[in-house]
């Protein structure tokens, strides 16, 4: 399958490796929407893409979601990559605050889902849905269990979504370190910690927007692919 001409919206591509996937959507001949929360942020992306259509969307709010899905027109792809930056933690489980894990799956879970529950029925057909995992599902590291827990339910959410929307595609991409531009407000701890991780797995660096935004090419292309997770990690699930 050819993308161009193919109606694709990126929920949250103003950013990171979703302005990446519009990027790549772009250069092969689609016809792009970046949707995001942040007018200024979605203003700026559209004017760097140089090319495309923006949409202020929230995805926290599901009434504004189903708003916005009865009034848009049909897509080929719906790709969501939407993430809120919250503090990473490598402290005691015992000292977790139960309102901090609960705040973790509000766009990334809850949004996914709220996406997936309207966005489905402007998916043409032949189309197909991309949710973003995170490596925690595959990786536990100490002091994250709530994102273990959350990474666990959005792969659990696409298997599921893969049976209840079939014949639409439902895939997923779970990305390793990709350095994005949420990479400068990392806690240096924390960086240091994924500095020295990366050392030791098989590709021994991080990961670039372009190289993850590959992998949902694919997906919007494999026409007999769906219930499927594609890492895109450099090795680290090899790594000790």
């Given at each position: ?118 966005g489905a029925k402007r998916i043409s057909s032949g189309g197909s849905l991309i949710l973003t995992n995170g490596m925690a599902a595959h990786r536990p590291q100490k002091g994250m269990p709530e994102a273990s827990a959350m ?90």
């Amino acid at each position: 399958m050819e993308l161009k001409n193919q109606r694709i919206l990126v929920v949250g591509g103003s950013s990171g490796i979703g302005f990446a996937v519009a990027k790549a959507a772009l250069d092969h001949g689609a016809k792009v929407t970046i949707a995001s929360s942040k007018a200024d942020r979605l203003h700026d992306a559209v004017d760097r893409l140089g090319g495309g259509e923006g949409a202020q969307l929230d995805v926290t709010d599901e009434p504004s979601v189903k708003s916005y899905f009865e009034g848009s027109s049909q897509f080929d792809h719906i790709v969501f990559t939407a993430a809120d930056w919250t503090e990473v933690r490598h402290s005691s489980f015992f000292d977790l605050d139960l309102a901090d894990a609960q705040a973790l799956f509000q766009v990334r879970f809850w949004g996914a889902m709220a996406v997936a529950k309207h966005g489905a029925k402007r998916i043409s057909s032949g189309g197909s849905l991309i949710l973003t995992n995170g490596m925690a599902a595959h990786r536990p590291q100490k002091g994250m269990p709530e994102a273990s827990a959350m990474a666990g339910a959005v792969e659990h959410l696409v298997l599921g979504l893969a049976v209840e929307l079939a014949p639409i595609r439902v895939n997923g991409v779970c990305p390793g370190a990709i350095v994005t531009e949420a990479w400068d407000d990392v806690p240096p701890e924390f960086r240091e910690f994924q500095e020295a991780r990366l050392s030791g797995q098989p590709l021994p660096r991080a990961g670039q927007p372009a190289e993850a935004a590959e992998a949902y090419l694919y997906l919007m292309k494999g026409t007999y692919t769906t219930g499927q997770i594609l890492r895109v990690e450099g090795g680290w699930t090899l790594s000790g």
